[in-house]
Antibody
């Protein structure tokens, strides 16, 4: 069974940093691209970042570019999101999601974690 | 970057057919995927590609596309289909980015 379990969320002050983790199991993690998607309270889904299967290629939404860094450790089956210079508008539930497979569009996310809440507030 | 536009809210009578649409320039080049999200839950993929359903998704869900518009159709809507629905697609910027629509709240009357 495919499982994605996020952790690392919490309360952080504006300007602070936080690192999210997403532990993957039930599939060959090193074969799949991964995404981070966030959802502010009461708002819609917003794509944040993606990383290819070996970690050599990444992309970011303009709103986080230069502040967030996506990475992965295939030996540990874990995806990360390092978030620096956090702002109030970064407050959201952060989901990790698996790209369906190399034959599908990069936008198709077939498995999602339950999310971890990040609150940026003083 | 690209944008995808969805109607904020749509309603349907129980057992009737409803279409939820998603518009954007990226849809001229890339298929939309559709996700269902119920309160307090993670999104669930319901349609991807030309018109593909993941295992476990009822066949009352279908997808289509024309020009810059993608559609999710629910034929014979059930009470359990009441949820938020989001489209997404690959961004047309060429940077392997992704864009989501703003979401549509579906109410089943």
């Amino acid at each position: 069974e495919v499982q994605l379990v996020e952790s690392g969320g919490g309360l952080v002050q504006p300007g602070g940093s936080l690192r999210l983790s997403c532990a993957a199991s039930g599939f060959t993690f090193s074969s799949y691209w991964m995404h981070w998607v966030r959802q502010a309270p009461g708002k819609g889904l917003v794509w944040v970042s993606r990383i290819n299967s070996d970690g050599s290629s990444t992309s970011y939404a303009d709103s986080v570019k230069g502040r967030f860094t996506i990475s992965r450790d295939n030996a540990k089956n874990t995806l990360y999101l390092q978030m620096n210079s956090l702002r109030a508008e970064d407050t959201a539930v952060y989901y990790c999601a698996r790209r369906q497979g190399s034959s599908s569009s990069i936008a198709v996310a077939d498995y999602w974690g339950q999310g971890t809440l990040v609150t940026v507030s003083s | 970057s690209s944008e995808l536009t969805q109607d904020p809210a749509v309603s349907v009578a129980l057992g009737q057919t409803v279409r939820i649409t998603c518009q954007g320039d990226s849809l001229r080049s890339y298929y939309a995927s559709w996700y269902q999200q119920k309160p307090g839950q993670a999104p669930v993929l319901v349609i991807y590609g030309k018109n593909n359903r993941p295992s476990g998704i009822p066949d009352r869900f279908s997808g289509s596309s024309s020009g810059n518009t993608a559609s999710l159709t629910i034929t014979g809507a059930q009470a359990e289909d009441e949820a938020d629905y989001y489209c997404n697609s690959r961004d047309s910027s060429g940077n392997h980015c992704v864009v989501f629509g703003g979401g549509t709240k579906l109410t089943v009357l």
